[in-house]
C-alpha cells in the first residue's frame, strides 16, 4: 500500500518560497503510470488543486496559480516537490500530496494521501 | 473552467439520520464525479467515483448517484464518524481539476 508523506517548513515569510517535499514509500514513482499531485485545503476556500507531476517530469499548474508554482520529481529519491513563490497570507493552508487513481490520466480521483502539513504565511 | 456549486453548504443532521447533498456542474460532466469525506488534521477520504461507484472499504450506507449536471451523495444512517465536510469533484476536464466548496455536515 503506498504511503504519502508531506515534509517542509511550517512558517514561511510572505513573499518568500514556500517548499514541500512529498515522501513516497510502498509504492516507485518512477515505476508507474500514474501522477502525483499537490492539493492544499483551507477552511474558507475548501479544496484546492495546485498541480500535477508524471515521474518522467511533465507539469501541470491550476491556471490561478501557475506563475508562482514549480513541481519537480526526484525519481532516485521516490519523492517529488511543490515551490511556491510570493507567498501571502492567503496561501496560508494544509497542504497535501496525492496519488492518482487511474493509470495515464491526469482526471482522476486521489484514493491515496499524505496527511498534510500546515504552511503558515506570517512574519 | 468548471464550476461546482454544492448544496446546502451547512447541515445539521442527528444520528441515525438521512442526509442528501447535492452537487451541480456548470456544465455536463456525464457521470465524472468523484466525493471525498474531509476532517481536520485528517487526509481527504475518497468515498465514491464514477458518481455512483464506492471506493473498496467505505460503508455502504454511503451512495452516489447522478448523471449530466446534478448529482447526489446519500448517507443513509449517520454514525457519529461521519460527521465531517463532505467535498465533490469533477473528472471531467483539465486543467484544473475543481471541487466544490464543500458541505459542512454537523450533529445536531
Known amino acids: 500500500q503506498v504511503q504519502l508523506q508531506e515534509s517542509g517548513p511550517g512558517l514561511v515569510q510572505p513573499s518568500e518560497t514556500l517548499s514541500l517535499t512529498c515522501s513516497v514509500s510502498g509504492d516507485s514513482i518512477r515505476g508507474g503510470d500514474y501522477s502525483w499531485a499537490w492539493i492544499r485545503h483551507t477552511p474558507g476556500r475548501g479544496l484546492q488543486w495546485i498541480g500535477s507531476?508524471?515521474?518522467?517530469?511533465?507539469?501541470y499548474y491550476n491556471p490561478a496559480l501557475e506563475s508562482r508554482v514549480t513541481m519537480s520529481v526526484d525519481s532516485s529519491k521516490n519523492q517529488f516537490s511543490l515551490r511556491m513563490n510570493s507567498v501571502t497570507a492567503a496561501d496560508t493552508a494544509v497542504y497535501f500530496c496525492?496519488?492518482?487513481?487511474?493509470?495515464?490520466?491526469?482526471?482522476?480521483?486521489?484514493?491515496?494521501w499524505g496527511p498534510g502539513i500546515l504552511v503558515t504565511v506570517s512574519s | 473552467d468548471i464550476q461546482l456549486t454544492q448544496s446546502p453548504s451547512f447541515l445539521s443532521a442527528s444520528v441515525g439520520a438521512k442526509v442528501t447533498i447535492t452537487c451541480r456542474a456548470s456544465q455536463n460532466i456525464f457521470n465524472y464525479l468523484a466525493w471525498y469525506q474531509y476532517k481536520p488534521g485528517r487526509a481527504p477520504n475518497l468515498l465514491i467515483y464514477s458518481a455512483s461507484t464506492l471506493q473498496t472499504g467505505v460503508p455502504s450506507r454511503f451512495s452516489g448517484s447522478g448523471s449530466g449536471t446534478e448529482f447526489t451523495l446519500t448517507i443513509a444512517s449517520l454514525q457519529p464518524e461521519d460527521f465531517a465536510t463532505y467535498y465533490c469533484q469533477q473528472l471531467n476536464s483539465f486543467p484544473p481539476i475543481t471541487f466544490g466548496q464543500g458541505t459542512r455536515l454537523e450533529l445536531k
Open positions: 507531476i508524471w515521474a518522467g517530469g511533465s507539469t
Open positions: 496525492a496519488k492518482a487513481a487511474w493509470r495515464l490520466t491526469l482526471i482522476c480521483p486521489f484514493p491515496f
